[in-house]
């Protein structure tokens, strides 16, 4: 059985303004076709659209954003066919720690070699 609420929306809206607050349950299905939903308009805002493409330039960059897709296809397939949360959420962190290597959030000792091979630093 789902777990009983402990908190409720008014409560979240109240100390996350701005943000979308949903009623999701992976086990009856409640609120999926609205996260899905959201989920999508976030990444359009993000991603483009076939009309304005976003430009990736740089090779690390699209390898990382590959592997991001990779990752939630997974989670996606994972969610069809109830696979536990745990192996949901390992393919959740691997999606994260991809975009991480984009943003800056984790970063590799490879990483920053690759970066800072790219400069004259001292010439």
């Known amino acids: 059985t789902d777990l009983p609420v402990k908190l409720f929306s008014e409560d979240l809206r109240a100390k996350f303004p701005g943000y979308t607050i949903l009623s999701v349950s992976a086990i009856t299905g409640v609120g999926i ?34 592997e991001a897709v990779e990752r939630l296809h997974s989670v996606a397939e994972g969610l069809q066919l109830q696979c536990s949360e745990d192996l949901l959420a390992g393919d959740i962190r691997a999606a994260l720690e991809a975009l991480g290597r984009i943003t800056g959030r984790s970063v590799s000792e490879e990483i920053i070699n690759e970066i800072f091979s790219q400069f004259c630093i001292g010439k």
């Not at 959201?38 to 990382?64: N, S």
Request: glycine content about 6%.
């Open 33 to 66: 076709k609205a996260l899905k939903d959201v989920i999508r308009e976030e990444l359009m805002g993000i991603c483009g659209t076939d009309e304005h493409p976003v430009l990736v330039t740089k090779l690390r960059h699209k390898e990382a954003l590959e």
